[in-house]
């Protein structure tokens, strides 16, 4: 019977030669010695996770030796989430990223007792593929097959971020823009509000959350995202008017709308004219629902088409698309030309919003009230009759 032999690793010989052909660092290295000599695994991870983002080792495939002739002889001893998050650094180094690839893959039995590091080490394949390899297949394959596991993960946990991102950046790729935008901003929720980023990335970011807000058929609710510090970043520059964009779809305002889109032309705007005027329209019908009471939420079909600004004879229909995108129910009286709406969706509130409903609760106060006063009043002519 052949004897299947198996390369030992002399992790003592391996950090002597490191002492001395590098002695910038090799106070660095002396420390991971005695850390593993001591057995201290928990100490020696945490010096490791800092130790790999030491720019001496960024050169040439330092970190891939890292593993193969030190960390591989204790990776089953140490945190899972904490050996892939150092792994991280190690496949950036590998020039065949599909042997990066392998690598990983070589890894998920090692982590697969926990959630969070299996689930990194997937986000880390996705990130590959779409930025390296540009598979969007496999890439799709990692999102959908990872989405679920972190849907039911006890809060947010520090995968989530990164795998919004990894979503973020495949649904900017290849659609749908309404999933790129909800991606993006869990991404920036994770990621204190993408305080972290380089104010050009930042930026960037920004402008294309306010376009997809815009453009994406199926996103109604811009609020969150108009109260978003991020939009701070398109403040004094050339990209400010994507903001007051946003800010005149949201209103469902036709006019500002058109000043802001002759001003500023752009073609991801002018390729979706059509749907977005529709949008914007519905929008429009909303408000006008939202900001009645109750009692005057009967609209006439003359009122939507001069506030929309669309034909009169495309009222009815435009009515039917909000009835059937669930975006306001109510009925269609078409002989007398009326929509009676009673109830508008839910959305995010900017200040002008909540101060209009405080107040409209302050005056459905005030009618409770009286109305009590009055059965209170009444009440003695009531009881003997």
């Known amino acids: 019977m052949a004897t299947v032999k198996f ?18 660092l090799a106070t660095e290295w002396a420390k991971l010695e005695e850390l593993y000599n001591k ?11 800092d130790f790999v983002k030491h720019s001496s080792l960024q050169r040439g495939d330092n970190l891939i030796q890292l593993y193969n002739n030190f960390l591989c002889t204790f990776e089953n001893k140490i945190n899972p989430l904490s050996l892939v998050e150092i792994l991280a650094f190690t496949v950036q180094q ?3 990223k599909k042997d990066a690839i392998a690598f990983l893959e070589k890894v998920e039995p090692k982590v697969k007792a926990n959630d969070e590091a299996l689930t990194l080490c997937k986000v880390l394949q996705g990130q590959i593929y779409l930025e390296q390899l540009n598979d969007l297949d496999a890439t799709e394959r990692i999102i959908t097959d990872i989405e679920g596991t972190l849907e039911d993960a006890d809060g947010v946990t520090p995968v989530h971020g990164r795998f919004y991102k990894l979503a973020a950046e495949y649904y900017r790729v290849r659609g749908p823009m309404a999933r790129y935008y909800r991606a993006a901003l ?6 204190r509000g993408g305080a972290d980023l380089p104010p050009a990335e930042r930026r960037a970011v920004a402008l294309r ?3 997809a807000a815009v453009i994406a058929p199926t996103v109604y609710d811009l609020g969150e995202l108009l109260v978003h510090p991020i939009l ?8 400010e008017w994507a903001h ?9 305002d036709v006019a500002a709308f058109d000043r802001v889109r002759t001003a500023h032309p752009h073609p ?25 009471t109750s009692a005057q939420r009967k609209l006439t079909f003359a009122e939507i088409a001069r506030e929309a600004r669309v034909p009169l004879e495309e009222v009815e229909l435009l009515v039917m698309k909000a009835l059937a995108e669930n975006l306001i129910k109510g009925h269609i009286d078409q002989v007398s030309s009326t929509v009676c709406i009673r109830w508008v969706r839910p959305r995010a509130l900017g200040r002008a919003g909540a101060r209009a409903l405080a107040a409209r609760l302050d005056a459905w106060c005030g009618a409770v009230a009286a109305a009590a006063g009055l059965l209170q009043r009444r009440a003695p002519e009531l009881l003997t009759l």
Request: glycine share 4%; hydrophobic share 45%; charged share 25%.
């Open 232 to 239: 701070e970043s398109l403040q004094g520059t050339s990209d």
């Open 186 to 191: 869990r991404y920036l929720g994770c990621s």
């Open 39 to 49: 057995k201290l695994w928990h100490q020696l991870t945490l010096k490791l996770m």
């Open 94 to 96: 590998y020039s065949n």
């Open 209 to 211: 959350l306010a376009l």
């Open 7 to 24: 390369a030992v690793v002399d992790v003592g010989d391996f950090l002597a030669k490191k002492q001395a052909a590098e002695p910038d």
């Open 244 to 252: 007051a964009l946003l800010q005149a779809v949201a209103a469902g």
């Open 268 to 292: 991801d705007i002018q390729r979706a004219d059509r749907q977005l005027r529709q949008k914007i329209a519905i929008l429009c019908l909303m408000e006008m629902a939202f900001n009645r």
